[in-house]
């Protein structure tokens, strides 16, 4: 059960609310968000909605059986709209263009990708500054100097920043500098991460695991959700098989069903989900047409010289020529919906 | 070495060149087609192509050195077409829709089947009359009477049939009612019936194994295709991941990378790539958008009614839609091309 | 719901149980195998056992609820045994050892391999004559004249052997010459295969599918079995999975589970399963102390010359130490049950 | 390349290694451990030992070509040995047992279990009191106050205990009650707390990624011995199929693998490998049968009321029997070596 509680809600009220879905054999946890505040029912027992639902302090009640319950499409019909401000906002019926190098190298590098981006209308740059790597002699990133330089620049031009989180420490410097979390695919189920960042008044995009299934990502979006933070996005990565001709399994089936389970964006991003430069274009605009609310890409002035992902990454011109298409496609699904 | 012959290449030219590719370490197969006369030479020493290609009696000369040599774009640059006469062809640029039921049941079913199909100017339908079940005690398909009736009313509406053959035996009392040999996922490297699929004289779709790889894949047409069959589909139908949200993970990662590697067309099952009615659709127009030629899928006109697959059936009327729709996207999709 | 029919069962008898069973909702197959006489029941429906058992011409009811029935064992506690004379059974309880190459290749390979096993006390030889092979360009196996000579070899020194059977057309020719019929991985869904060998009496080892779950391998034996060969013996062989360190992934996991659900013994085959020759003992050594009834595995004189598989093949020492190990396991195996 | 340091080193000495280094085309990172001081060299031109093996401060030098180096067993050969003081060590030639519950839940249950623990000789007891859930509505353990009674219980009985750490923050407070770190499925790719955990003079067991490679396993496990730490066992915890007869797929072929590979311990969990109690067993006597040098498994008192993982769960006759089998499992392998 999910219980939606007026703003405005007494103390002996929600104690009384509580009292009744206990005796309804359901435990509860409050839940407070930046935008709404819950009571999320956990147990097992059919129960009668109206034996709770006109208790005062109630704004609305919903029965959702699905184990993730405040991410869920079944008590929130009106998928979720993330607002940047200036006109720039995150939701259904808009395609959210991200793109940038795998790693943030130096002032050049970012310099000529907002000059792409701008060029294109693209309004948010992705970049790592916190590079999780398989080999502890592997570059690690240029870390929070880096990401300064990376904000700031970018701020400079209205183009908002993504980019990966790697542990609870650094989200408290990195805060004032980023304009969305980017939580990895390592980090999917790091479960201290999600809780920090349910604390955070700052978007978070949610990769979906390695291998990780689509119950799974919910799952963890629910503990970011439940944890205070209602910004958020989902993003299909590809999936580790058996397949060796490409770097992941790019899995499309993953975004209707997403999009029916949850009221939250969904964001594919086709660099890692094929790993093969060439191939990048047709799976983004593959996502587009299976529903996806938008791409995220790596993108880099010359991908052969990129520290990172370089096999993956577009030049500006076939960047350029895939903006062009995405928005044509997109178009298009609009039409056809 | 692939070696094209000429048509009228004599017995003593060809002993040459099968002399000169053994001097040079390679081991040739003679491979005769409807279509062509080749010499597939296998070894691994580098040659020059100069040292073998002026002998007489040979049309052209390439080195492939994939392993699957017949079947790739690298000597045969132009896609494959393959005619069913009537201006009916499978080949790149057309978008070959194939539909129908899982199982052929009886005569009213395929009656209300061409019509619907007739009326969306779909030329190929599908359906099983023998069918791969898992366990022995499920139904097993009408046989050959049943293909008969299936074949005698498509022909009187000018409707080419797609049906699978199951083994060896079957093919030859199969011939005579069959447009399309389907070749389906447990049996996509059943070698033998894949040598005798080589020698008929109709086109053959070849699914790609359960967890096969798009290297096996192509393996396996090259089975048929040094058999003497050049008339070969081949069809992506979701491949078997950890992820049970699906019945399989379609994966139209294999589509640009087919299209790469082969000259052959690539047909995408949505029905079973994803295995849910609602989302037959999204994936169908994604599996266009990623490059396919073509789309089978599976719709009855009572999908609750059907003998079997009916969770993944499409009815008539979802059918219809999405027939538009498809064609919408396959139009832009050559625009943007 | 399975019924063990008597022998000497009254055609009028049968209708009657029949027209009982279709009373209880069910649907009922005839099996008669070598051994014994069968009605198959399928439903859904719950029924009391006192219903129908004591009807004339029952020998014995079972309700059996998984979808494999014939091989459960619900309904069958005994372990099947399968004998091949002069005392050599195949059981639990027994040590099971198959042991020899990949490929036939010659009368000497054969010679000395006999002599290796004699000399070791193992009583089965394995060995391929018709091979499956990826590509249509590698050595198929020398076919039938190779099995007769490998056949006439072993059973002049009481070898039984054990050997790939790839299509319905060559059970026939091969069975004179054939002791334990293999079904490869690539075939365990070619039903028609399996329909087939349900007629022959000659045991069959049934490899599980190259991404076949354990369910799929009970039904697979029950297509054998419901089609009258009760002689069957079920192969572990590794599954296909995203690791690569290996060739295939051992599932010792399918051990235990198999031995609770079915009466029929499991084989294990550890030169597919791990791939790599130094580590075929220590998994052969732990499939057995996961309970496994036997162990197939490749052996050659020679392994570097072998004409396939030499790089999971055993030298003559490295089994003869192995077999040593392997007895020894076994019986610390069954001092532990 | 890796190079092992004299404990007197001068820093001239230093720098003139990596200076040589350098020249040859190598970039050297500097590990101190508790027990070595090394440089790591990354590069890939060939190079002669001699040019640079005899420079003072060099107490050994070694070609290492493997991605991972410290924790590779060509440079090492003996294999890694952890003392923990009265006469306990967890090493290669000896039978490590780690049993107790998948959490810790009070006072009592860890007595209960001690006592199991001391009647068998069992010198480790596993337990969690930071419990990584995929719901954040589950129970997520007792927490710091938990580990001090946990700890100091088993302290007083000479037990040590293993148990999960989660992220970063939690290392400091939870290392003076705490003797080996278990870092889960879930965090093995956390970089940062492998970092983190390379600084700190406690044994860690660091499991297998959900679907981690055995390569990905080893990068992990040199984060945290060039971080500092070389106190370090692996863990074997099954990995992720499409297989769901059981909760995850043992992968037995990993132990062989890595007992080539590292100089490191492998512990295996047939509890999380298999996920089902009655299977339990003959997995763990498979392992070690397999080569495992431990084996960490769940045992309560009452498996069905546990807080968590209850149907993998033994209870303490189920355990009792199963180290008695597994300590004669374990003679018999070293018999046989």
Chains 1, 2, 3, 4 share one sequence.
């Not at 946890?29 to 709404?36: F, I, L, M, P, S």
């Not at 499309?252 to 990048?280: F, M, Q």
Request: aromatic share 8%.
């Amino acid at each position: 059960m999910l219980i939606q509680l007026k703003q405005d809600i007494q103390l002996d009220q929600k104690a009384a609310i509580v009292a009744k879905a206990s005796e309804l054999k359901y435990k509860t946890t409050e839940v407070v968000t930046q935008a709404g505040h819950y009571l999320v029912g956990t147990g097992k027992a059919e129960f009668d909605v109206r034996a709770i639902g006109n208790l005062p302090g109630i704004k609305d009640i919903h029965i959702v059986s699905d184990e993730y319950r405040l991410v869920s499409r079944k008590w929130k019909v009106n998928p979720t709209v993330i607002d940047f401000g200036d006109g720039l906002q995150v939701k259904e019926g808009e395609l959210t263009l991200m793109a940038g190098p795998c790693s943030i190298e130096n002032e050049a590098q970012i310099e000529k990708t907002i000059q792409h981006l701008v060029a294109n209308n693209v309004r948010f740059m992705r970049g790592g500054v916190f590079k999780p790597r398989s080999s502890p002699y592997s570059f690690r990133g240029l870390g929070l100097e880096g990401l300064k330089m990376f904000y700031d620049m970018c701020r400079a031009h209205g183009i908002k920043i993504v980019t990966e989180v790697m542990q609870v420490s650094q989200i408290a410097p990195m805060e004032p500098y980023t304009d969305v979390f980017q939580v990895g695919a390592r980090n999917t189920q790091n479960f201290n991460l999600l809780d920090e960042l349910g604390k955070v008044d700052k978007p978070v995009l949610l990769k979906r695991g390695i291998s990780g299934t689509i119950d799974e990502l919910l799952y963890s979006a629910e503990y970011i959700f439940s944890g205070g933070n209602e910004k958020l996005m989902l993003c299909e990565r590809g999936i580790r098989t058996y397949e060796t001709a490409s770097r992941n399994t790019l899995d499309l089936n993953a975004i209707p069903i997403l999009k029916e389970k949850t009221h939250l964006s969904v964001i594919v991003d086709p660099s890692h989900g094929i790993g093969i430069r060439e191939y990048v274009e047709p799976m983004a605009l593959a996502a587009i047409m299976a529903g996806a609310d938008g791409i995220i890409y790596e993108t880099h002035e010359k991908p052969e010289e990129a520290a990172s992902d370089g096999a993956q990454t577009l030049s500006f011109s076939e960047s350029e020529r895939m903006i062009w298409k995405m928005r044509k496609v997109f178009a298009l699904k609009k039409e056809l919906a």
